[in-house]
């Protein structure tokens, strides 16, 4: 687990991917040279085009996608060189992800959803009506994923990705399925998560309302990492930085 606030919970050096499935020969990369630390408590926005790369370094950020050239390290583990079980072993333990299509599992109650993350790292299984609460959904716990709206889908995920305190949190478009009202909640979960429980947060999102509750803010195009907008914690103008391509 962390063991400081001042040693990075995610740092990435000179990541890139390069889907090779694809039939084109020069198929382009889609992830390119991204060096990146992410500290314990701090929520880190990556905004950016279609295509431009966000979900790739997500998902290689939270283990689900084997990076192609670069290093990785993630709470203090080496992850670049884990093979698919290696990777799940350390995603269970470590990561919670939020991702567009929520993935809960369909037999499952929405308490249940919540209770298998709780499962997963070792929550106290009771914790699953306080999570659901936490997303305003106290009076689904018991309703499954078809009889619940996209929203509320979306939030029992964010209540599953939370559970058992991971210490790194990834969430692509949390808020995309939101009113502005749901979504203000969901960040201001994200951010409580940072503030309080030391997670390294890190969101993926088109919506610009977002911003308001980032420490900072990178913006991809075509695979690299072009600007950060870091805001100066507690006082003072936000000042921007390129990143070297
Ligand atoms: N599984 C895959 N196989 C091959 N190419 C892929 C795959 N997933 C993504 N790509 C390509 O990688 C590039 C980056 O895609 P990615 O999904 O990371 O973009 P994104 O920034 O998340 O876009 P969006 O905002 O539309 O979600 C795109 O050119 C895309 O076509
Ligand atoms: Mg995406």
């Known amino acids: 687990m962390i063991v400081s606030r001042t040693t990075p919970a995610i740092e990435a ?12 020969p020069d198929e382009p990369w889609a992830v390119q040279g991204v060096t990146l630390s992410v500290m314990p408590g701090e929520l880190t926005v990556l905004m950016g085009p279609s295509g431009s790369g966000k979900t790739t370094l997500l998902s290689m950020l939270g283990g689900l996608l084997a990076p192609t050239t670069g ?5 203090g583990e080496r992850v670049e060189h884990l093979g698919e079980a290696g990777r799940q072993v350390f995603r269970r333990r470590r990561v919670g992800l939020i991702f567009q299509n929520y993935n809960l ?10 209770g298998v993350g709780l499962a997963l790292r070792g929550g106290d299984p009771a914790g699953a009506a306080d999570l659901l609460r936490q997303v305003g959904l106290a009076s689904k716990a018991a309703a499954y994923p078809h009889e619940l709206s996209g929203g509320q889908r979306q939030r029992v995920a964010i209540a599953r990705c939370l559970a058992g305190s ?9 808020t995309a399925a939101l009113d502005a009202e749901q979504g203000r909640v969901v960040m201001g979960l994200l951010k409580r998560r940072a ?49 070297p391509a």
């Not at 050096?13 to 084109?24: M, P």
């Not at 290093?71 to 709470?75: D, K």
């Open 71 to 75: 290093r990785l390290n993630i709470c």
């Open 13 to 24: 050096v000179l990541l890139g991917k390069r889907y090779t499935h694809t039939a084109q």
């Open 195 to 243: 503030r309080e429980h030391g997670s390294a947060v890190v969101v993926v999102t088109h919506d610009a309302r977002v911003r308001g509750f980032a420490d900072r803010v990178f913006e991809m195009e075509d695979g690299r990492l072009r600007r950060i907008v870091r805001r100066v914690v507690r006082s003072g103008p936000q000042e921007v930085n390129r990143v």
């Open 166 to 174: 991971p210490p790194v949190l990834l969430a692509d478009e949390p």
């Open 105 to 114: 599992l369909s037999a499952l109650t929405a308490a249940e959803n919540v």
